[in-house]
């Protein structure tokens, strides 16, 4: 089982539509929780952080559920320039270390038309 | 400020030749890791590095080495490549603690043929 599931999709939506994406997690030891940008061809960076209280970033929102072990990202109000893939991904510390493994979804392909 | 720098960016190899990639920061992170990603995969961890002088197997870390010469560095190393090994190779690194943000190279493109 991998360690982190999502959705690839793709999904398609136009301009100022709503969309969210889901992951879900499969090690209860999990630490980190973090929603990342790929760009096609380029490399991943760091979208947000994903806090048990759930946190927003403008447009964006991220919500962690650690019972059910789920992680969504929220984009409000798209726009072109979010055409992306979004990467899921997960921060287990090894025991006893400070170094945490980071383990990635797949990705949701998102394409945002005008 | 460069943060991750990968060489080369783009590779081709015959099945059986070698090669190193190389990784460097300069950012004073203690963590590295080199991922490979394939179409439909995701990012998968071949090896990682908490600090400079120890390193340890990621997920599918058969058929790679790797080396990291010091703080700044890390390496893989390809001994004898396979088709297999065609792939999008990223470094990445961290500082150390649990939630801290892993920072990517460009990504070496490498075509095993």
């Known amino acids: 089982r991998k360690e982190v599931e999502q959705d690839p999709g793709p999904f398609n939506v136009p301009e100022g539509a709503t969309v969210a994406f889901n992951c879900t997690y499969s090690?209860?030891?999990?630490?980190?929780f973090f929603w990342y940008r790929q760009d096609c061809r380029k490399e991943p960076k760091l979208l947000m952080s994903?806090?048990?209280s759930g946190n927003e970033d403008g447009r964006f929102t991220a919500q962690l559920n650690r019972a059910s072990q789920y992680i969504s990202l929220l984009i409000r109000d798209s726009k072109l320039s979010d055409s992306a893939t979004y990467l899921c991904?997960?921060?287990?510390?090894?025991?006893?270390?400070?170094?945490?493994?980071?383990?990635f979804g797949r990705g949701t392909q998102l394409t945002v038309w005008p | 400020n460069a943060g991750v720098t990968q060489t080369p960016k783009f590779q081709v190899l015959k099945t059986g030749q070698s090669m190193t990639l190389q990784c460097a920061q300069d950012?004073?992170?203690?963590?590295m890791y080199w991922y490979r990603q394939d179409p439909g995969m995701g990012l998968r961890l071949i090896y990682y590095?908490?600090?400079?002088?120890?390193?340890d197997k990621g997920e599918v870390p058969n058929g790679y080495n790797v080396s990291r010469l010091n703080k700044r560095e890390f390496s893989l190393r390809l001994e004898s490549a396979a088709p297999s090994q065609t792939s999008v190779y990223f470094c990445?690194?961290?500082?150390?603690?649990?939630?801290?943000?892993?920072?990517f190279g460009q990504g070496t493109r490498l075509t095993v043929v």
């Open positions: 990445a690194s961290t500082r150390q603690g649990a939630g801290t943000e892993a920072f």
């Open positions: 090690n209860s030891a999990s630490q980190s």
């Open positions: 994903v806090y048990s």
């Open positions: 991904v997960v921060r287990v510390l090894d025991r006893g270390s400070t170094l945490g493994r980071l383990y």
């Open positions: 950012m004073n992170h203690n963590s």
């Open positions: 590095s908490a600090s400079e002088g120890t390193t």
